[in-house]
T-cell receptor
């Protein structure tokens, strides 16, 4: 399967703990995006990378959130001192460079539950 | 980002009927309009998209129409089947490549 993969698929944690999610984009896609999705809503943009450079961050990305893409391939999203309001589906997407760069392909998501 | 209004929030049809979902946006710079299907527990899957230089695009039972003057675009599904049941999201993107999504339409196709 050459689609976007995310790990883990589900994460249950206690409030105050740190969590880290991983995203592996489609091979050779140089853009990688993170979104958050809550029940009854569409995906909300968090941040995106072009290769290893983090080019834009949403206001939703508080200082407890950090994302990295050190080698321009996989990316990690870390949430420190989790709060119950962080419970959501965290989606990753990737897109190619050049023509079709605006077409995004999503992974299956990581569902986070903060108790 | 710019908002997008999506209607209806829920759509219930009988198998074989047509379904239409409409989205309205405000950013005149938007030039790419994808539609995604999301099944329970899965990520959104791109099903069809249209660019601002085209008014209509069709792929088998699915079609999308775009009216740039009125700033709305619609998804049309004909001959609906139970496996079409899912949540459908519209989105639009300008030059930033960062899409704004609608709130979704839950489509239920009754056999």
């Amino acid at each position: 399967d050459t689609g976007v993969s995310q790990d883990p698929r589900h994460k249950i944690t206690k409030r105050g703990q740190n969590v880290t999610f991983r995203c592996d984009p489609i091979s050779e896609h140089n853009r990688l995006y993170w979104y958050r999705q809550t029940l009854g809503q569409g995906p909300e943009f968090l941040t995106y990378f072009q290769n290893e450079a983090q080019l834009e961050k949403s206001r939703l990305l508080s200082d407890r959130f950090s994302a990295e893409r050190p080698k321009g391939s996989f990316s990690t999203l870390e949430i420190q001192r989790t709060e119950q309001g962080d419970s959501a589906m965290y989606l990753c997407a990737s897109s190619p460079q050049g023509q079709g760069a605006d077409t995004q392909y999503f992974g299956p998501g990581t569902r986070l539950t903060v108790l | 980002g710019e908002n997008v209004e999506q209607h209806p929030s829920t759509l219930s049809v009988q198998e074989g009927d047509s379904a239409v979902i409409k989205c309205t946006y405000s950013d005149s710079a938007s030039n790419y309009f994808p539609w995604y299907k999301q099944e329970l527990g899965k990520g959104p899957q791109l099903i069809i998209d249209i660019r601002s230089n085209v008014g209509e695009k069709k792929d088998q039972r699915i079609a999308v129409t775009l009216n740039k003057t009125a700033k709305h675009f619609s998804l049309h599904i004909t001959e609906t089947q139970p496996e079409d049941s899912a949540v459908y999201f519209c989105a639009h993107t300008g030059g930033s490549y960062i899409p704004t999504f609608g709130r979704g339409t839950s489509l239920i196709v009754h056999p």
